[in-house]
């Protein structure tokens, strides 16, 4: 078994339908339509049972399933039928480990407190809350249906039903002034029992709505100085309510940090199933080269593809050095740092760059970790282009 087949094994499940489409999210959702519960989960059934073999193949462990995230679009709209056959399949298939963590993704409003319970009681015990800005006039300009009575619902009756609970902000963005953002987020944060937070600042995706805008003059984008106070300031908070930061957009209470994103940063062995999604597994031959899985992503040509026999829009073998600019951009996001003996060939760090980062204490290279210094993570894109051969 290679070193990788020790990490964690997860598998993530999406959902490609929401309520409707926020005006920023160029992820793979639609808005909601008609479907047939029993399509789906002959389909979903059918990669899971693919990928089994897949682990089998590669010598991968598979009776041992660390992780299972539903993603979406809203996997809070999925009808439970369909939640509860991935699950009880997956155990089935994989085997479960018995602290297992199973998040699910869900939209204040597409909240009802039924569905909380009855996700609890079919074995989901992580809940991720898309609140995206404690402010009403911001959540109208991010298109959101909810507001922020919403939220405080949706939180209050999440905590009482789950030990684990997260939440999704957007922020930093042109017009939100720094200290209405830091004061609100105060303020949530003294009246919420929360045990993760996902801070994303605003990033303009091309083909979504805010990109014409964008074009267009209606949305300004704020400067990099801007974009640094807002996290630097976000960071402080954070700690003072006894968060640490453990990635470069999250933060969590002591025990709670994320264990399937994780196990993406640390290029652990992920399967994906659903509409656009996409796994990556460790080969077993010799060479450290990855097999990636991807999915049809329109939701009708998956179904359609699946429901017979699985099958998958593409697989492809990453060559090493791809395998090495993957593990290295991930693992580099992580404020513990890469373990440089992940990577399979070095030449793909540039050693020139990397001596003048270390003298400039922008990064710090030690006992084979490599990491980049807290206050610099905010230039996280331009450390990586100044120090990857690509
Ligand atoms: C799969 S999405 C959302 C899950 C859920 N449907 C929701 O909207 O809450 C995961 C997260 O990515 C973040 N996100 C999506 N698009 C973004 C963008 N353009 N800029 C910053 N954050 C973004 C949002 O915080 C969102 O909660
Ligand atoms: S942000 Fe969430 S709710 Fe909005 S379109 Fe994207 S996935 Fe759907």
Same mark, same amino acid.
């Given at each position: 078994? @290679?070193?990788?087949?020790?990490?964690?094994?997860?598998?993530?499940?999406?959902?490609?339908?929401? #309520?409707?489409?926020?005006?920023?999210?160029?992820?793979?959702?639609?808005?909601?339509?008609?479907?047939?519960?029993?399509?789906?989960?002959?389909?979903?059934?059918?990669?899971?049972?693919?990928?089994?073999?897949?682990?089998? /193949?590669?010598?991968?462990?598979?009776?041992?399933?660390?992780?299972?995230?539903?993603?979406?679009?809203?996997?809070?709209?999925?009808?439970?039928?369909?939640? #509860?056959?991935?699950?009880?399949?997956?155990?089935? &298939?994989?085997?479960?480990?018995?602290?297992?963590?199973?998040?699910?993704?869900?939209?204040?409003?597409?909240?009802?407190?039924?569905?909380?319970?009855?996700?609890?009681?079919?074995? &989901? +015990? %992580?809940?991720?809350?898309?609140?995206?800005?404690?402010?009403?006039?911001?959540?109208?300009?991010?298109?959101?249906?909810? @507001?922020?009575?919403?939220?405080?619902?949706?939180?209050?009756?999440?905590? $009482?039903?789950?030990?684990?609970?997260?939440?999704?902000?957007?922020?930093?963005?042109?017009?939100?002034?720094?200290?209405?953002?830091?004061?609100?987020?105060?303020?949530?944060?003294?009246?919420?029992?929360? /045990?993760?937070?996902?801070?994303? /600042?605003?990033?303009?995706? $091309?083909?979504?709505?805010?990109?014409?805008?964008?074009?267009?003059?209606? &949305?300004?984008?704020?400067? +990099?100085?801007?974009?640094?106070?807002?996290?630097?300031?976000?960071?402080?908070?954070?700690?003072?309510?006894?968060?640490?930061?453990? #990635?470069?957009?999250?933060?969590?209470?002591?025990?709670?940090?994320?264990?399937?994103?994780?196990?993406?940063?640390?290029?652990?062995?992920?399967?994906?199933?659903?509409?656009?999604?996409?796994? %990556?597994?460790?080969?077993?031959?010799?060479?450290?080269? %990855?097999?990636?899985? /991807?999915?049809?992503?329109?939701?009708?040509?998956?179904?359609?593809?699946?429901?017979?026999?699985?099958?998958?829009?593409?697989?492809?073998?990453?060559?090493?050095?791809?395998?090495?600019?993957?593990?290295?951009?991930?693992?580099?996001?992580?404020?513990?740092?890469?373990?440089?003996?992940?990577?399979?060939?070095?030449?793909?760090?540039?050693?020139?760059?990397?001596? $003048?980062?270390?003298?400039?204490? &922008?990064?710090?290279?030690?006992?084979?970790?490599?990491?980049?210094?807290?206050?610099?993570?905010?230039?996280?894109?331009?450390?990586?282009?100044?120090?990857? +051969?690509?």
């Amino acid at each position: 078994m @290679n070193k990788y087949n020790q990490n964690l094994l997860s598998l993530y499940i999406h959902w490609p339908y929401c #309520e409707s489409k926020c005006p920023y999210c160029d992820f793979n959702s639609h808005v909601n339509e008609k479907i047939n519960e029993i399509e789906w989960i002959k389909s979903y059934k059918n990669q899971l049972l693919a990928m089994k073999e897949e682990l089998i /193949q590669n010598n991968i462990n598979f009776r041992h399933l660390d992780t299972l995230f539903f993603g979406g679009g809203t996997p809070s709209l999925m009808p439970l039928k369909i939640v #509860e056959n991935i699950i009880d399949i997956s155990k089935k &298939i994989f085997g479960f480990k018995k602290n297992i963590e199973i998040t699910l993704e869900a939209n204040p409003s597409s909240y009802e407190n039924k569905k909380f319970i009855k996700f609890k009681q079919i074995g &989901i +015990n %992580r809940i991720s809350i898309g609140a995206q800005s404690l402010n009403n006039k911001y959540l109208k300009f991010l298109g959101r249906l909810h @507001n922020i009575k919403d939220v405080k619902i949706a939180l209050n009756d999440a905590s $009482e039903i789950f030990d684990n609970v997260s939440v999704d902000l957007i922020y930093a963005f042109h017009g939100q002034k720094i200290h209405d953002w830091t004061s609100e987020l105060e303020s949530f944060l003294n009246s919420s029992n929360l /045990q993760h937070l996902s801070l994303y /600042q605003l990033t303009i995706e $091309e083909g979504t709505k805010f990109f014409k805008d964008h074009k267009n003059g209606i &949305i300004k984008l704020i400067d +990099n100085d801007k974009a640094a106070e807002f996290y630097n300031i976000s960071n402080k908070v954070l700690s003072e309510f006894k968060f640490s930061k453990y #990635e470069v957009s999250n933060y969590a209470k002591k025990g709670f940090k994320c264990k399937h994103n994780l196990n993406y940063w640390k290029s652990g062995n992920w399967i994906g199933v659903g509409p656009g999604a996409y796994g %990556r597994l460790w080969s077993s031959n010799k060479h450290r080269n %990855r097999i990636e899985y /991807q999915n049809y992503k329109n939701p009708k040509t998956w179904l359609s593809k699946n429901l017979l026999q699985p099958k998958f829009e593409k697989i492809t073998k990453l060559n090493t050095k791809v395998s090495d600019i993957d593990t290295l951009t991930m693992g580099l996001r992580l404020y513990e740092g890469l373990e440089i003996s992940k990577i399979n060939n070095l030449s793909v760090i540039n050693f020139k760059s990397l001596c $003048e980062l270390q003298k400039k204490n &922008i990064v710090t290279f030690k006992d084979d970790t490599l990491k980049i210094n807290k206050k610099h993570m905010i230039k996280l894109n331009s450390i990586l282009d100044y120090l990857i +051969n690509y």
